[in-house]
T-cell receptor, first 114, second 112 residues
């Protein structure tokens, strides 16, 4: 079945460090790929997305490129801030009309220390 | 602001005692979803409604039921909660497809 594998956490970085959170997927078709972020006590928020191979999603300084050849969608940020501390989820969808299911990875907890 | 609201934020229920979680939306989205998120695990889709059409995931236990009386509201009923049902329950909506997903803040269920 379809699945998402994420880098194990927790991840702790110093402010202004470079961030990479690895994400790989297995899917029977051509999925859309997403990164969601969950701040403490809140629901999931869409961070960025990519709908086809070689697309780059970007938002708030975060980027991820859809790599079909390596089935990956790694999240990167050049200089993290304390406010980036949250849990990050990679997800995919083989969106067919009437079936808009998101399949998530297990999440990576990120803590940024000043 | 248009949003997805889940009530309550925290729910404690007794083992075997039926419990209902609620979700409301002001977005007028066609699709409403219920996800279960256990500690340190990925959110897992339980079921979703496309308008009034109910779609159950194959591995969702029979203990979980849902109702959608109108566009704005959706309920998750757990008929006989077990200790293994303790989790965060996330409601989400979308107009159609995955690109407009909006999640609520979740209800954390504790079973004692």
């Amino acid at each position: 079945g379809d699945s998402v594998t994420q880098m194990e956490g927790p991840v702790t970085l110093s402010e202004e460090a470079f961030l990479t959170i690895n994400c790989t997927y297995t899917a029977t078709g051509y999925p859309s790929l997403f990164w969601y972020v969950q701040y403490p006590g809140e629901g999931l928020q869409l961070l960025l997305k990519a709908t086809k191979a070689d697309d780059k999603g970007s938002n708030k300084g975060f980027e991820a490129t859809y790599r079909k050849e390596t089935t990956s969608f790694h999240l990167e940020k050049g200089s993290v801030q304390v406010s980036d501390s949250a849990v990050y989820f990679c997800a995919l969808s083989l969106s067919n009309f009437g079936n808009e299911k998101l399949t998530f990875g297990t999440g990576t907890r990120l803590t940024i220390i000043p | 602001d248009a949003m997805v609201i889940q009530n309550p934020r925290y729910q404690v229920t007794q083992f075997g005692k039926p419990v209902t979680l609620s979700c409301s939306q002001t977005l007028n989205h066609n699709v409403m979803y219920w996800y279960q998120q256990k500690s340190s695990q990925a959110p897992k889709l339980l079921f979703h409604y496309y308008d009034k059409d109910f779609n159950n995931e194959a591995d969702t236990p029979d203990n979980f039921q849902s109702r959608r009386p109108n566009t704005s509201f959706c309920f998750l009923d757990i008929r006989s909660p077990g200790l293994g049902d303790a989790a965060m329950y996330l409601c989400a909506t979308s107009p159609r497809g995955v690109y407009g997903y909006t999640f609520g803040s979740g209800t954390r269920l504790t079973v004692v």
